[in-house]
């Protein structure tokens, strides 16, 4: 994780070229840099982004296949989840800066952003059913607030994926903007943040996200148990093969 500062904007970059997975530890990290913004009274808004050719390609389901190979059983969304909450509450607004692959708790955490900018080939798709699994990473909340129930239960049924294009017209990105333009509208958006009253900016998203970090805690609950018993069936070792092979899985609902 880089860290920087100018002025009152911060920057956060995620730093595992080029797919920047996500686990616990990233998570982790991620919500003890925004705790330790958070305190720094200089820092007044932030900007998130990543190292490489991707903003975050969700989880790396080659090692989950691996792991679960050697006989390492364990459910990591149990623990994931309780960083990923620790991220949603924390204070001070944040801004995604995506490029490239936005997938899975990639997109879950590009999210929990308070704005995205994207560019036209960024990509963003909930593809958690074409693994056999449910979707995770507080997501079942935060998808359908920002693109409504409708739009977001086809995104999951069917884990279509989307260009920025089509994510600005859904209102997935805030902002569409070249490739290298991505992190400097980002950083213009936190600036521009910045200049208001930080006090009252922290009360007014406080007031926002009330709501949602209580339905972001249900929400992660509600998925942890989908996904503990769907890891156990067929078609979600199916669905995580056939992604890792490139191919289309063949599911038989068991």
């Known amino acids: 994780m880089n860290v920087s500062k100018s002025g009152h904007v911060a920057t956060v970059e995620i730093n595992r070229p080029p797919n920047n997975f996500l686990d616990m530890d990233l998570i982790g990290e991620l919500a003890s840099t925004f705790e330790a913004l958070d305190n720094d009274v200089q820092c007044r808004a932030i900007v998130l982004c990543s190292a490489g050719k991707h903003f975050c390609a969700g989880a790396n389901l080659g090692q989950r296949l691996a792991n679960e190979a050697a006989g390492k059983s364990e459910v990591p969304g149990k623990h994931l989840y309780h960083e990923a909450n620790r991220l949603i509450r924390t204070k001070k607004p944040f801004i995604a ?4 692959a936005a997938i899975g708790a990639g997109c879950g955490l590009a999210l929990a952003a308070d704005f995205r900018v994207g560019c036209s080939d960024a990509r ?65 958006m936190a600036e521009e943040i910045a200049r208001s009253a930080p006090l009252a900016v922290v009360a007014t998203r406080a007031t926002l996200r009330r709501e949602l970090e209580l339905e972001f805690a249900a929400a992660t609950e509600r998925e942890f148990f989908e996904q503990a018993w769907l890891r156990a069936t067929d078609d979600y070792k199916e669905g995580v093969k056939a992604m890792n092979e490139r191919r289309l899985p063949n599911f038989k609902a068991n």
């Open 124 to 188: 963003f798709s909930a593809n958690f059913t074409r693994q056999g699994y449910h979707p995770g990473f507080g997501m079942t909340r935060t998808l359908p607030r920002v693109v409504g129930i409708q739009k977001a239960t086809w995104l999951f049924y069917t884990g279509e994926r989307i260009d920025g294009e089509e994510a600005m017209k859904i209102g997935l990105v805030d902002r569409l903007v070249a490739l290298d333009k991505v992190r400097e509208t980002a950083h213009e």
């Open 97 to 100: 800066a995506v490029q490239g």
